[in-house]
């Protein structure tokens, strides 16, 4: 085990009506560290160091009821009390809307509520070892991991206060040993115990899961702040989880942990070769992700002391930092790029459509539209709006109507213009007539079958709906040429009697 950094400064602050005892290193916007159980602020002991470097103050406080820090006389332990800790502490501490916080175990659920009831308090957030209640309430009932949390319930019994002081404190190590197989962490574990010799110490750290689970001391206002660590993290958060943790298993991290961090740039880890205490067991991996999360956004390098010391001494405009995903624009002494996260920052008029023909190109006229009077401004015989018929292409056939509706009025126009009835005199007058039949019916209509009576006539002229207009003229005469010689020979004499 290496030496703390001797840079670490030991120090007191008023927070939430305790004084926290803490470790600080650096100078930047805070990046708090929150602990868990069973530890201390030691086990921040190498990333205090990285981070300062980062450009961050990095502050580890002994959360309450752990020494040196002071015993809440309220004897609040739930998580939610925990992070009104953690509020007060970036209050006193000075911190802005560029602070970060760090939590593992119990620390992570703290970090939960805290970020979540005051998230513009915080830009980032890492969290460890204790994914988001929601995403493994069900997982959690295992077998396998009932068995790995037996020590919570078991901590709900007057008998822990009796068993867990025993040999130096003894349950401590065995916790350890458990959590991290393989990793000798007796000395971290000794920086504990030292944190939990007085019984106070103790009672306190137990009363975290009594509080939790259990019949443990509550109150409204910290219920009001735990509610808001059950919903999604509103910042980008990181999560980091050992592979062969032992008090948490590596089963429960699926896809559903990375659904209740749905900010920009959120990320799920799993350290290879770590268990419940990564940070110690791993900590130039561990460093090195939380050290690259907390400084991805556009424009943190700037805030390095080394890079700063490059920028150009005329440069005194404040740089605008900008929460970005890691893979966004932006640099040393460049202010970041927004983004417009699905909508636009600024309205902006959509162009024009290319205009259309003549018409398109006029300038649009103000109220309502004019209505056209049918036939106005036509010249005669030419086709009217009130013309069922379609438009004949040049040079084509002249289509006939296809709806039932538009048929009579074909016809009735065939009949007035060969008729000489009903034809109007004035252009603008509406409801004139067509001048020329358009249609097979009009033309049939138009040219009756020799001696045909008013049913035949009609007949005669329905037939004309399969008749091509190529072929009016021949069909009719075929049609005549079958007719017998006495209706001819009736309808030759009624002509010549009517002449």
């Known amino acids: 085990m290496t030496a703390p950094h001797p840079d670490i400064v030991e120090s007191t602050v008023e927070a939430n009506g305790l004084r926290f005892a803490t470790l600080a290193m650096g100078e930047g916007p805070l990046a708090l560290c929150l602990h868990g159980f069973p530890d201390s602020a030691w086990t921040w002991q190498h990333l205090l160091p990285e981070l300062a470097a980062a450009g961050f103050r990095a502050v580890a406080p002994f959360l309450r009821g752990y020494a040196p820090t002071e015993v809440p006389a309220d004897g609040l332990y739930q998580p939610g009390a925990i992070a009104r800790d953690a509020i007060a502490l970036h209050e006193a501490l000075g911190g802005d809307g560029d602070a970060v916080l760090i939590g593992p175990d119990g620390g992570a659920l703290a970090t939960y509520a805290a970020v979540g009831h005051t998230p513009e308090r915080w830009r980032r957030a890492v969290v460890a070892a204790v994914p988001p209640a929601a995403t493994v309430a069900q997982a959690f009932f295992s077998y396998d991991q009932?068995?790995?949390?037996?020590?919570?319930?078991?901590?709900?019994?007057?008998?822990?206060?009796?068993?867990?002081?025993?040999?130096?404190?003894?349950?401590?190590?065995?916790?350890?040993?458990?959590?991290?197989?393989?990793?000798?962490?007796?000395?971290?574990?000794?920086?504990?115990?030292?944190?939990?010799?007085?019984?106070?110490?103790?009672?306190?750290?137990?009363?975290?899961?009594?509080?939790?689970?259990?019949?443990?001391?509550?109150?409204?206002?910290?219920?009001?702040?735990?509610?808001?660590?059950?919903?999604?993290?509103?910042?980008?958060?990181?999560?980091?989880?050992?592979?062969?943790?032992?008090?948490?298993?590596?089963?429960?991290?699926d896809d559903g942990v990375l659904d209740a961090l749905p900010a920009e740039g959120s990320r799920v880890e799993l350290v290879d070769d770590a268990g419940h205490f990564l940070q110690l067991e791993q900590p130039e991996v561990v460093n090195r992700l939380i050290v690259d999360f907390l400084t991805a956004w556009a424009g943190r390098a700037a805030r390095r002391p080394d890079v700063a010391a490059q920028r150009s001494p005329t440069a005194t405009a404040p740089m605008r930092l900008g929460r970005a995903s890691a893979g966004s624009a932006g640099g040393a002494g460049c202010p970041p790029r927004r983004r417009s996260r699905g909508r636009r920052l600024r309205a902006r008029p959509r162009p024009a459509p290319p205009a259309r023909g003549r018409r398109a190109s006029r300038r649009p006229r103000r109220g309502p539209p004019r209505r056209r009077v049918r036939g106005a401004g036509r010249r005669p015989g030419g086709r009217g709006p009130g013309d069922p018929t379609p438009r004949r292409r040049p040079g084509g056939p002249t289509p006939r109507p296809t709806r039932p509706q538009d048929r009579a009025p074909v016809a009735a126009s065939a009949q007035a213009h060969h008729g000489r009835t009903g034809q109007s005199s004035q252009p603008g007058e509406r409801g004139r007539q067509r001048v020329a039949p358009r249609s097979s019916i009009a033309w049939f209509q138009a040219h009756p079958a020799p001696g045909a009576t008013a049913a035949s006539a009609a007949a005669w002229a329905s037939f004309g709906r399969s008749v091509r207009p190529s072929q009016r003229a021949s069909t009719r005469a075929a049609l005549v040429s079958r007719t017998p010689t006495s209706s001819r020979s009736k309808a030759k004499a009624s002509t010549a009697r009517a002449v």
């Open 146 to 253: 009932l068995r790995r949390s037996w020590y919570m319930f078991f901590f709900q019994s007057p008998l822990a206060d009796l068993a867990v002081p025993m040999d130096d404190l003894a349950f401590i190590d065995r916790l350890w040993a458990d959590w991290s197989p393989g990793f000798d962490g007796s000395e971290h574990a000794g920086r504990c115990k030292d944190a939990l010799r007085d019984p106070a110490n103790l009672a306190a750290a137990i009363g975290y899961y009594r509080a939790t689970l259990g019949a443990g001391v509550r109150s409204p206002e910290c219920d009001l702040v735990e509610a808001a660590g059950a919903l999604p993290m509103p910042v980008p958060t990181l999560y980091l989880h050992g592979r062969t943790d032992g008090c948490t298993g590596a089963e429960l991290i």
